[in-house]
């Protein structure tokens, strides 16, 4: 390896390290699905954490576990935090360029890595306290074993490939559907080109097979617990447009939840920002894979993934989101790489410039970019509400999700209350006998004159009745839950389930409490608002 290559790979990882330590402080703290990980992360020893995120989630947890002993080392402040997802997002760029070298040559590891580091959704997800990045690094790394199993054949590289493929499994519940995809994809060109390796690729799967049964125990069992992401989310055709967007651009768009319709614009900031590194990386894809047949490999398997999950979303609960396919963009920024580094060494200097200088001036400039969308979305601001009012043990705080949301933040053992968790699948709010989810809701949601008496009474028994007088209730309004009254079944049905139920059960309890208690006042927050009210 060449002094060259070096002083651009350093130079490379200083870059990603830049763009992922880049507005790092996020003044509202972590948002919902980030608190759902850290409780989970501090529910105890590895036992408990164990038993908190299969009980809670749908995802085995290795990142809680490996997340767990960083803040037993580093501290629980949200920015050390956030500094485990960094150092992830890092060691990903270190692993695209050894990759890359593997597989073909230093320029095209370069190559690969500098792609790794300015791509948004892995700039974005380097700065969340989720898992996804830890996908992304693990996928980089099993992609480098299977190059070292297809040249060398070495005990050690089967290791890493079951460990890196277990890896992924015990991270992500639908990364089953990525490694099976990699087996596939890996044992098709195995039988194609390079038939000596078959035996040991065989058993490595077999034994990897072996290390996954619990996971695949567990999944059989409890199929129940995979059947709701339908109520959560959508995704439709229009879905394939966000993931290309998202996989290849620095405008990122639905990066949570996708968008009902994608409308594609032309303008000056859609080609210079979008279309053009879109057409480079199309153009890269297609050059890799004509250049040498055998890199077709590269391609099948990211769609051979996405292809699986899309019939798992026709068969099931589960939505197509950016990050659940995730795992498909190390092979096609390593195809796009192959691609790229056969160009002309005039021409690849332009693409490298051009997407240097677009990536990080959307990141720095626009307020909607990887590093400074998203920012306000946090729990804080809500909690320091809450602190500011002196809330005390003897009150009640009302929320739309988990009860532990602001836990962080707070200081707070008294009563808490989730519409989603205590009251939205009680038999006023669902008809448990029917099968589909609209169907299930469709009359609680769509009464919009009349406050169901059997909530009534609930919600008196359960949170109002046990008050002392001079008792305060916290009712954090959530703003993404306010789409009621809906006006039509067709409107109803545009939504998520999620959001069309919680949003008449917010409507209905803010309703009651008005209707029982004295309210005192309230603070009007971005995506919150704090109603005090008391008894």
Not at 122 to 147: D, G, N, P
Not at 263 to 270: A, D, N, R, S, V
Not at 486 to 494: C, I, P, Q, V
Request: net charge positive; with cysteine; hydrophobic share 50%.
């Amino acid at each position: 390896m060449k002094k060259r290559d070096y002083i651009i790979l350093g130079l490379v990882i200083v870059l990603a390290i830049i763009l992922r330590v880049l507005f790092i402080d996020k003044p509202a703290g972590f948002w919902h699905n980030e608190m759902v990980m850290y409780n989970q992360t501090i529910a105890g020893g590895p036992l408990d954490i164990i038993k908190a995120a299969v009980d809670a989630d749908v995802h085995f947890p290795l990142y809680q576990l490996m997340l767990a002993l960083w803040i037993k080392i580093f501290g629980n402040g949200d920015i050390t935090i956030r500094l485990f997802s960094v150092l992830a997002g890092v060691l990903n760029v270190v692993a695209a360029f050894f990759t890359g070298k593997e597989i073909k040559n230093e320029k095209t590891g370069n190559i690969f890595a500098f792609l790794t580091a300015i791509n948004a959704t892995l700039i974005f997800y380097s700065q969340e306290v989720k898992f996804y990045i830890f996908l992304s690094m693990f996928a980089t790394v099993s992609l480098y074993f299977i190059a070292r199993i297809l040249k060398h054949n070495k005990n050690t590289d089967y290791a890493g490939y079951i460990i890196t493929n277990a890896a992924i499994v015990y991270t992500f519940t639908i990364g089953v559907l990525y490694v099976i995809a990699q087996g596939i994809a890996t044992l098709a060109y195995i039988l194609w080109k390079n038939k000596q390796t078959l035996k040991k690729f065989l058993l490595a799967n077999l034994i990897l097979i072996g290390v996954i049964s619990p996971f695949a125990i567990y999944i059989l069992t409890h199929m129940h617990k995979y059947e709701a992401a339908a109520w959560i989310f959508t995704s439709n055709i229009f879905t394939t447009f966000v993931l290309i967007q998202n996989y290849f651009t620095p405008y990122l768009i639905g990066i949570y939840n996708n968008p009902q319709v994608y409308i594609p614009t032309l303008g000056f900031t859609q080609i210079l920002f979008i279309y053009i590194p879109v057409g480079i990386a199309f153009y890269g894809i297609y050059k890799g894979v004509r250049i040498d047949k055998k890199h077709y490999l590269l391609l099948v398997l990211p769609l051979l993934f996405l292809i699986f999950e899309t019939i798992l979303c026709m068969n099931s609960g589960l939505r197509m989101l950016t990050r659940y396919t995730i795992l498909a963009i190390p092979p096609l920024l390593l195809l796009v790489s192959i691609g790229l580094s056969e160009l002309k060494s005039i021409t690849i200097k332009i693409i490298i410039t051009y997407m240097l200088i677009i990536n990080v001036f959307y990141l720095l400039a626009s307020p909607i970019s990887a590093v400074r969308g998203y920012r306000d979305l946090g729990e804080k601001p809500t909690a320091n509400v809450l602190n500011s009012n002196n809330i005390k043990d003897n009150d009640t705080i009302i929320l739309a999700l988990r009860k532990n949301d602001f836990d962080k933040y707070i200081n707070f053992n008294g009563r808490k209350f989730s519409l989603l968790q205590d009251f939205v699948h009680e038999p006023y709010a669902m008809n448990s006998s029917k099968q589909d989810k609209y169907e299930k809701y469709k009359d609680y949601v769509l009464s919009i004159n009349s406050l169901s008496p059997e909530f009534e009474k609930d919600f008196l028994s359960r949170v109002i009745e046990p008050m002392n007088t001079g008792d305060r209730i916290f009712y954090i309004w959530d703003e993404n839950y306010n789409a009621y009254p809906l006006k039509s079944l067709e409107e109803y049905k545009k939504l998520p389930v999620m959001t069309g139920s919680l949003s008449k059960m917010n409507a209905d309890a803010f309703i009651l409490c008005q209707k029982y208690l004295k309210i005192k006042s309230g603070v009007k927050l971005k995506y919150y608002r704090v109603f005090i009210f008391e008894k």
